[in-house]
């Protein structure tokens, strides 16, 4: 019973009338989901519930805390551009005594639930993409006042391609799962990208690039899209924001959502870069972050996108070096197909970088 499940929680979260029903969303992930349902007054309320997922976040007060200051710097500015912000931030509901969270095993918090919109796992329809596109592009023009530095990093080191790298020769010269030995391509691979990979690292070390707020899971199931006019209202699952480079949500964005294959698809064949849905989530993110992105980080997205698919590969594959440690895998040559399937990506986006860039630079709309 999803009831039993939660009964301890719900007392504690200031929810308004009394309640209805729970079911949940997503089973079976680590992060348990519930939509609630309570009434008031005859009138319906909708909250979401979640617990924060201790496994990934060590420190869940420093999650809440960032997406506390984020949400208040959007709906400030959200009131102030004479928006409604109700629909297109998520609001906390704190709980009986103020807080962000409740502890009772795990630890808990509340959202309102924003309904009569959808977080789709696959595209229905192009222009969706274009609209998450949007929406992140929006998610960082509204944050772009924002002192990204104030922010925890709750996932120390999460895109340092370079610390990356070293964990990555370290587990060469290491293994210990005996796996390196049919690895010499895949090796080579990592060495001749090398310098591209470390270079969003040293320029924003060395300020060349700023420091920015970043989603770091701009999947499109992170976007809500109205159920009537198919446009995006509000960014969710703001767990990982950091202090980052706009380049990496951008990348990853590209990465995840643009690639005409799955993750782990074995036949290399039918993995590229789909240039229709590329060119949709640029344009919807670029119509928003034209004019406050540099004009260098803007020069670097294509850059962006290359960077973090290889910084994937190299991941998949120090964990199938190592043995399979980090990533769940369905068989021993799971995390092995994932760097293969990343580095064809990689490639198809070599082959296509002045395509790529020409739309970028407003030259093939
Ligand atoms: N405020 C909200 N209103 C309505 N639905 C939501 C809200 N927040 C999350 N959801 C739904 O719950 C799902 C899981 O939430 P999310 O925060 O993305 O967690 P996960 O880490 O499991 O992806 C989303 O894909 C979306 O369908
Ligand atoms: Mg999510």
Redesign the pocket.
Known sequence: MVYNQIKQVLPHFRFEGYYVSAEE??SG?I?N?YHLQYRKNGVPMHY?L?NVNTYVFHDPYAVMENIEKITDHLRRKYLAGGVDPTRRV?EIIPTIDGRTMHKNGGYWRA????ENAT?YDRVMRPKQFEEAGRAFGEFQRMLCDFPAGELHTTIPDFHNTTKRFYAFVRAVSEDKAGRVRALEPEIEFMFEHRRAMGTIVRELERGVLPLRVTHNDTKI??V?IDNDTDKAVCV??L?TVMPGSALYDYGDAIRFGASTAAEDEEDTSKIALDMEKFKLFTRGFLSQVDGFLTPHEIELLPLGMRVITCELAMRFLTDYIEGDLYFKVKSPTHNLIRARAQMALLEDMERKADEVQAFIDGRNK
């Open positions: 969303l997503h992930n992060n989901t979401l979640q998520l959202y309102r639930y924003i977080a199931n992170n809500m969710i699952d767990d």
